[in-house]
Each structure stands twice: as C-alpha cells, then as structure tokens.
C-alpha cells in the first residue's frame, strides 16, 4: 500500500510544466523561486520550533504535493507553509499548539519588515484572524491532497544503500561509508527545496545523493565501475543524470565562490561530475524536467544572512520573486481560496 500511495503523487513531468501557477499566469522563474524561498521559510521556522527533522522535511512534502495542484496566485504561501508545518507535527506525532506555530512563524515572516509590525499576541484581533486562516487552509490542504496523509523520505534508504555499496567494495572502509552516510543526509535534506519528492521515489533519491556523496568526498569511481555503482544504486544512467542536475542546482552560488584564493568544494564536484558527463556544463540553467528550484547553500551548516542554521547550508527567503517510467494521475485539482 505504501508503495501504491508514494506512485500517485509521482507527477509526469508535463503536469508540473502546466502547472495551476502557470496556468494563472506566473513564469516558470517566479514559481521555481516561489517554491525555493517558501521552502526555506519551512526549514527555518522548523529549526525555530524546534521540530524534528522528519517533521520539517514531512511538511515540505506536503509544500509541493499542494502547490503541484494548486496556484500560488490563489493561495498566500506564508498560511500555506505555517499550515504544513502544523499539520506535519500532527502527521508525525510532534505536535505543537496553532497559537505557538502561528506567532513564531509570524515573527521570522516579518522579521526584516521597516517598521517592524505590531507583536502577535493571543488576544490580538490580528491573531484571531491568521488562526481561522490556518484552520480554513488546513481543510483546504487536506481535501487537496485527498487526505493522504503517507510521507515516505530518503532517509530511510540511506543506511541500507550505503551499506550495499561498501558490501560491494566500492567503498575502501567504514570511515569512508560513515562520511558518505553524513554528507548524504544533508544533501536530501537541501534536495527538499526542489520538487524532486514529486518526480521520483524515495530510494531513487536516496541512491542518487550517496553518487553525489561519494563525488563529494572524492571516493575514486573509476569509469569501469560506474556499471556497478548504477546495479547496486538501482537506477539508470539518465535518472542518475537528472537528478544530480537537479540536486546541484541547489548551489549555483556556490560556483563561482572564491574564499581565500580556493573554490568552493561545490565547484570541484561540478567540475567532476560534468568530466564524467552526468550533468551539463550549464548547472544553474535550465533542467531536464520541470520544477527544479536553487539556492544558495554553503558547506556544512554555516549561519545565513538572516542567522538561520540549515542542513547542508543556508540561504534567504523573501516575500518577492528574485526575477520577472510512466505513473499514475495526480488527484484531482481543487483550486480555491485560502
């Protein structure tokens, strides 16, 4: 059955580039950006109330099943993503109380406002009304996704994948295998900012970020080998391709940053893995299938402008855009107001 609930919500790649947003006439560019920002938001304000990791990376899933249906014009995405966030604690038994969600989320939202806004309190008529915002939006986000409500993450898949590929001796030993595992976990947790969820299954994205991983440290691959990397991986070569593209467009930043005479470890996998011919010359452009979104991220958690802490590394969010095998139908469109 989980199986079956994780195949409808795999997208065709000719839905997402119709999307609700599209249709209402927004740019590709803006709901990529959209999507970005609206995702980092999630990861913050999780990190703020102190979530699990499991819950904030549930409520980004539940971010893009709902905008893969719905359009941005037609929903203010600060109640969508609060909404995600207080449903997933439900979801993933880690609630917290709406007043708490509400105001926290609140305050990070318009934390760069000039004047900064009124405090959210309880009793504040303001208050009141983002509360039956969310309760109006939750209804709305549960009959969107028709109440599914089964979330399956890569995380689970990681171990297990790396093990196999150590087992098989791709891996020289367990210091590597457990700097692999390490890496491998940020990197899904920053791939959670593109529609990757909507695109592929859960192992096939885990698979995908230990490739990455094993680039990343420098495991040598020789091209001999890459027939045993894909069998023990469990992808093909074109799925392996889209999803490093994809992935890496995360970090077009990262690319050409220069600190203290060196480039950044970001560039280096780029460089490799365009040597081997797995991704184009032009990370940061255009993709392969629709919806890929970027970020600026940095190595290793390091701090953002706004003082957020993330997975792999951080970014900004903002109210405004920066710029101007086959599988079952998504549920139904419902597209109506929040």
Not at 45 to 63: H, N, S, Y
Not at 135 to 152: G, N, P, Q, S, W
Not at 163 to 170: E, N, S
Not at 202 to 226: R, T
Request: with cysteine; glycine share 6%.
């Amino acid at each position: 059955l989980a199986g079956v609930a994780m195949a409808a919500w795999l997208v065709p790649p000719d839905v997402l580039a119709t999307s609700p947003s599209r249709e209402d006439g927004m740019t590709e560019e803006d709901e990529r950006t959209y999507r970005r920002r609206t995702a980092i938001f999630i990861d913050e304000a999780g990190m703020e109330l102190k979530f699990p990791r499991l819950t904030i990376a549930t409520a980004l899933v539940f971010f893009q099943r709902f905008f893969a249906l719905q359009s941005f014009r037609q929903h203010k995405r600060f109640i969508v993503a609060v909404t995600c966030l207080f449903l997933a604690g439900k979801v993933e038994e880690s609630p917290k109380k709406l007043q708490t969600v509400a105001i926290r989320c609140y305050q990070l939202w318009h934390r760069r406002k000039v004047p900064p806004p009124d405090a959210l309190t309880e009793s504040s008529p303001e208050y009141e009304a983002l509360r039956q915002d969310i309760l109006k939006c939750e209804r709305i986000l549960l009959h969107t996704m028709a109440f599914d409500l089964y979330v399956e993450h890569p995380f689970r898949y990681l171990i297990e994948t790396v093990k196999t590929i150590h087992h098989a001796g791709l891996l020289r030993d367990q210091e590597e295998r457990k700097k692999v595992a390490q890496i491998a976990v940020k990197l899904v947790n920053d791939s959670m900012r593109t529609n990757l969820c909507l695109q592929y299954q859960p192992q096939q994205i885990a698979s995908a970020v230990i490739f990455l991983a094993s680039m990343y440290l420098k495991v040598d691959i020789p091209d001999k080998d890459m027939l045993r990397w894909m069998e023990k991986l469990k992808l093909e070569m074109g799925e392996l391709a889209d999803l490093c593209e994809q992935v890496m467009q995360v970090y077009p930043q990262r690319q050409t940053e220069v600190k203290d005479g060196k480039v950044h470890p970001m560039r280096h996998l780029t460089e490799t893995l365009v040597k081997k011919g797995i991704i184009s010359e032009t990370v940061g452009g255009p993709v392969s299938r629709a919806g890929s979104a970027g970020a600026s991220v940095s190595d290793g958690g390091a701090a953002s402008e706004d003082g957020a802490r993330t997975a792999v590394g951080s970014s900004e969010h903002g109210d405004t855009p920066a710029g101007g095998g086959s599988s079952p139908p998504p549920p139904k469109r419902r597209r109506s107001e929040a």
